[in-house]
């Protein structure tokens, strides 16, 4: 099984969901995605895949969401798709590609789902909440 993680080393729910994958024992191909940027037809993909649209996959906050007036209800998904390209901080993340599916990670328990395996236990969550126990067994 191959899982994909479009990471961002600098943010704490990224570096937390691509240790619970490490954890799992998988070995993740890692696209540091603000170094490579996107091309359209790749956000178009995972955002179908994801059930995302490019306004629910924009990053509002420590970004340039604001400034670029792209948080009006009104600024449409080609506008957004433009600026996403131009700006690949604008795209939440992490997003997750595995054979279970895609899915944008927030929270970062959310790629236990994508997991063949889950990790041993304990594992927590970037804010100290516990996610798995010391048996393996969700916390909710």
Known sequence: MTIVIHHNPDCGTSRNVLAFI??????????????TGWTRPQLQALFAAADLTPRTALRTSKSPAQEL???????????????????????????????????????????LDLLDRLPPGPITKEDGTLVLDAAGNRVS
């Not at 191909?29 to 170094?35: E, G, S």
């Open 22 to 35: 490490k954890a799992s024992g998988e070995v993740p191909v890692v696209i540091p995605y603000l170094d």
């Open 69 to 111: 007036g792209l948080l009006d209800p009104s600024v449409g998904d080609v506008t957004l798709l433009d600026a996403m390209l131009a700006h690949p901080v604008l795209v939440n993340r992490p997003i997750v590609c595995s054979p279970k599916g895609v899915r944008l990670c927030r929270p970062s328990e959310a790629v």
